[in-house]
């Protein structure tokens, strides 16, 4: 078990990470921006759940050796940001449905599975989280307190109960604007097109900054 002390410093430095806005919290804002309050929770817990199999490979020294690999980091990284542009395009395609949702024209309906499996991907390929894991959770256990490989995933459950919490404010906050504004049928339709500018963006940015390995 991660001593309190380690643990306490943990929660400290991952919630200075968490709040600050990055990947993470951008997907979120954009998804709930196209979605709706709804869409952007199953998002965030969608996310949140594609981060347990990189906490169970950084436990067991499998994320190690896919940050040291050049080629299977940057097959991750362009999978995922690849995923994201794909969402993004799809929300732009689709922004008249938020128009009609908002207008009562039609009712608009999205499998909710589909949404949180849309959110899977992107936390279980979001190289930011790999390289995270990998190099700062190893900072927090105490080799004294033995069972590493359980520390490790402790701490990454930590990291993840953080960031569902974080993240659900993200989506309420951006899911409420969505619902002040789109009062007006034309302006819902600009909003779900902004999340998936949003989303693209993201993906661009992932893919084009940052080292590969």
Known sequence: MVPLANLG????????????????????IGRSLALGRLGGLLSVLGNAIGMIPLVAAVALGVGALVAQSVVVFTIVKFAGAAYLVYLGIQAIRHRADASAAVSGARTVTRSHWKQLAEGFVVGVTNPKTIAFFVAVLPQFVSLRAGAVPVQLFELGVV???????????????ASGARDWFARSPKRAEGLAATGGVMMIGLGGVLALTGNTH
């Open 9 to 28: 410093a943990f929660i400290a430095a991952s919630v200075v990470l968490i709040v600050i806005p990055g990947p993470s919290v951008l997907f979120v």
């Open 159 to 173: 990291f993840i109960a953080l960031a569902l919490v974080c993240d659900s404010v993200w989506a309420l906050a």
